[in-house]
């Protein structure tokens, strides 16, 4: 009985582990700098950016879509907006919907010289503008807390940097993952696939999966011809 105790709690600490590190592979991957193509510098605040196309396209990629911003809320005081609003998004490894807030403002445009408490001087329509602009500064807030692909540390003198608490864990490429096994579906001859097999593997090696996952599928889709 105790040898059967031990070799379940071994068991329950080996999968717990292992969602652990998948866990870890992907805030690896939040963390990865953004591509330097895609940030923009705003020559008014001094600062740079990714603009909202990018980081959309980003919550698109990494959370499979499934997100989405709810109770947006502002208030104005004196001549700005001032807003926040939620941004919720589909943990893929957790399966859980976890919730970031983020925060912003902006200047309620008026014309040159006025009060700013001058009401009569905002300029017309304005807020078509502004309050639009508002909610996309919320939402680029909100994205920041998600990592640095989400441009967390674009604007920030001190940075830290995420490091893996599991060291042997090797981060792999979810999508060329998914790549090599839709290209392994093709296969339906043993032979065919065992004569392709190590250029195949060499390919999605050079790509940038790991030799060892590479091979474990290749092997696996052969003992599933063999059957």
Known sequence: MEEIVKKESQEIASADNEVRIKLQNFVTLLHKEPNKNEIRYNKYSNSNYLPISFLEMALDEMFFGLWETTNFTTKTIVNEEVGSLELRVFHPVAKMW????GAGA???QQKAESEITDIGAKIKNTMTKDYPHLKAECFRNACLSLG???GRDLNREFQD???PIIKETIIENQALIEE???TLKDFTNYDELKSKAKGLKEAYVKKGLSEKTAFSLIVDKLEALKD
């Open 161 to 163: 940097q995420y490091t």
């Open 180 to 182: 090599l096994q839709m």
């Open 148 to 150: 640095k692909s989400f």
């Open 106 to 108: 902006v200047m309620i």
């Open 98 to 101: 976890i919730t970031r807030v």
